[in-house]
């Protein structure tokens, strides 16, 4: 037995809600830099004298140097990545995402699946190897399906590289210089089983399209907002959502202020910088390169395995 939980669903989709929100920062006279070169970042400028260390501001692909009191460091997955300190207090860890494109012929499917009439919804069954947790999301206006498996989350380690002897989880996607377009079969094979037993009328279209989905779990899966030590208060992180922060993003904000102010409130104690510990479990943040999540170590899906069976249930 398992445990169904559905959400109330309504038409916005997270593009819509990002857009909405850069545009209320900008009526603020926020300005972004976006593009590649010029919105992709290079390093952190980093200045040092007697031994003391000050983040000055940033540099972009295109050469052009940002200057700042503050740089806050709101990256996602790609925080260790930005900053190396991380590396023991987040991890970038990926889940499994997988869609199934429904054609345009089929108006009876594409009017089942939208928001006003699907949930969002998320299912949960087992224990140990044994365990799902995923869920799924309602149909695009391309006519696209959205399923999640988040029950084993997986790692990427690679050399960081300005750092010597230090290897860390990075994000690898389609889009990467090295991409990957295929998801680790040991999560397809389980979002297949649930697939197929609980939406009989998708198994004829099969997955169409998969993706690796990148978070940023911290090692107790509370959020690390805080400045990080070391830098004299001139560098600031903003992550661990650990899958959970986009649903925060009305609110978030407030909370980022408080802490980057020093306003004393019930979260702040769960918000500190804090590490891995010897031990302890840290959230799987401690298992390395070694451990059974590295995605160098797994067997990876092709399109073959994309192929949705009827179950006994259907």
């Not at 790692?155 to 230090?166: A, K, R, V």
């Not at 990075?170 to 210089?177: C, G, H």
């Not at 989905?213 to 030590?229: G, R």
Request: hydrophobic share 30%.
């Amino acid at each position: 037995m398992g445990s169904l939980i559905t959400f109330v669903n309504f038409p916005v989709s997270t593009v819509q809600a990002c857009v909405y929100a850069c545009f209320l920062c900008e009526k603020e006279g926020i300005k972004f830099v976006l593009g590649d070169p010029q919105g992709k970042l290079e390093e952190l400028i980093i200045e040092e004298k007697s031994g003391h260390k000050k983040v000055t501001g940033l540099q972009t692909r295109d050469g052009i140097s940002h200057y700042g009191d503050l740089v806050i460091v709101a990256a996602g997955s790609c925080t260790a990545s930005i900053i190396p300190e991380a590396h023991r207090t987040v991890e970038a860890t990926a889940g499994t995402v997988m869609f199934i494109d429904i054609p345009k012929e089929r108006k009876d499917l594409r009017e089942k699946f939208p928001p006003d009439n699907y949930p969002v919804w998320s299912y949960r069954k087992g224990d140990g190897d044994q365990y799902y947790q995923g869920g799924g999301f309602s149909i695009s206006k391309e006519g696209r399906l959205k399923f999640g498996f988040r029950g084993h989350k997986f790692t990427n380690f690679q050399d960081y590289p300005t750092e010597p002897n230090l290897r860390i989880s990075t994000t690898r996607t389609k889009y990467t210089e090295i991409p990957i377009d295929t998801v680790p079969l040991y999560g397809l094979c389980s979002m297949k089983e649930v697939t197929a037993e609980v939406f009989p009328d998708l198994v004829e279209f099969g997955f169409t399209d998969s993706r690796l989905c990148w978070y940023t779990d911290s090692i107790d899966n509370d959020y690390v907002i805080d400045y990080v030590p070391g830098y004299s208060k001139s560098l600031f992180i903003c992550a661990g959502g650990s899958d959970h922060a986009f649903k925060f993003l009305p609110i978030l904000g407030k909370h980022v202020k408080n802490q980057l102010e020093g306003s004393l409130d019930e979260f702040t104690p769960f918000r500190k910088w804090r590490v891995a510990e010897e031990g302890h479990d840290n959230d799987g943040c401690s298992e390395g390169e070694n451990g059974p999540r590295e995605v160098s170590q797994v067997e990876m899906a092709d399109r073959a395995d994309f192929k949705l069976e009827p179950t006994r249930f259907a």
